[in-house]
Every structure is written in structure tokens, then in C-alpha cells.
């Protein structure tokens, strides 16, 4: 599967703006997404999670409340909207799909946030808030 982000871009501190993700080779219906982001000199964090059907979410501390993520399965994507952005949102967001954790596992250990729990990923999209 190719993973492709898109929607990237810079705005000033307080924008808002979406990235999203298309899949291409397989469906992504069947698995757990979600979206990472790298600054310079940074580790790769994760940022919010979706399970396979869109019915289960999650968030880092530094998104919840400010990112939503969904998915489209009819449309094989995945979309991160975040508002009142920050400098401290700036970096590369990676979208990122987990085909091992299966909808049980979901349910009962939760959406992956550990980089090593992904398989496939996206090139990235460059966000920049300058504030």
C-alpha cells in the first residue's frame, strides 16, 4: 500500500488547517490509522489515531481538544483537521497505517501510539505555524 499526504502548508499561529491521506495498492478500511509529526531534531510523536471502522479515536496531550481525526473509507483516506495552531505544531505530518492489531485487540488494548506499531507510512507533508 502507498500512503500519500497532502494539504500541508505554512499559516500563522491560530489558523486552522487539514491534511489528509490516500491510500493506493489496498483498501485502508481494514486497519487502525492514524497521524505522526516530526520536528527537527525530534523525535517522530504520534498525534491522533482512528480505528478501522472510525468509530475510536485518539490523542496526544498536546492535540486533544484542537485535532479531530477521521476517515473516509469510501474514499480510502484519512484527514487530521487541527485548529488554533502553534509554533509547537510545526514539522512533518505522517500518516501511517497499523495492520496487525486487529478490531478485538482495538477494543481492548486501544489504538496504537508507538511509532514501531506502524507498517506502512507516507512521505509527509511540511506544516509550519509561525507565530
Known amino acids: 500500500v502507498q500512503l500519500t499526504e497532502s494539504g500541508g502548508g505554512l499559516v500563522q499561529a491560530g489558523a486552522s488547517l487539514i491534511v489528509s491521506c490516500v491510500g493506493s495498492?489496498?483498501?485502508?478500511?481494514?486497519?487502525?490509522m492514524a497521524w505522526f509529526r516530526q520536528a527537527p531534531g525530534k523525535e517522530r510523536e504520534f498525534v491522533g489515531g482512528?480505528?478501522?471502522?472510525?468509530?475510536?479515536?485518539a490523542y496526544s496531550d498536546a492535540a486533544k481538544g484542537r485535532f479531530t481525526i477521521s476517515r473516509d473509507n469510501g474514499k480510502n483516506a484519512v484527514f487530521l483537521q487541527m485548529h488554533d495552531l502553534k509554533p509547537d505544531d510545526s514539522g512533518v505530518y505522517y500518516c501511517?497505517?497499523?495492520?496487525?492489531?486487529?478490531?478485538?485487540?482495538?477494543?481492548?488494548?486501544?489504538?496504537?501510539?508507538?511509532?514501531?506499531?506502524?507498517?506502512?507510512w507516507g512521505q509527509g507533508t511540511q506544516v509550519t505555524v509561525q507565530g
Open positions: 501511517a497505517a497499523d495492520t496487525k492489531t486487529t478490531g478485538i485487540a482495538t477494543i481492548t488494548s486501544g489504538i496504537a501510539t508507538s511509532v514501531s506499531r506502524y507498517d506502512y
Open positions: 482512528i480505528d478501522w471502522r472510525g468509530g475510536r479515536t
Open positions: 495498492g489496498n483498501s485502508l478500511s481494514y486497519w487502525n
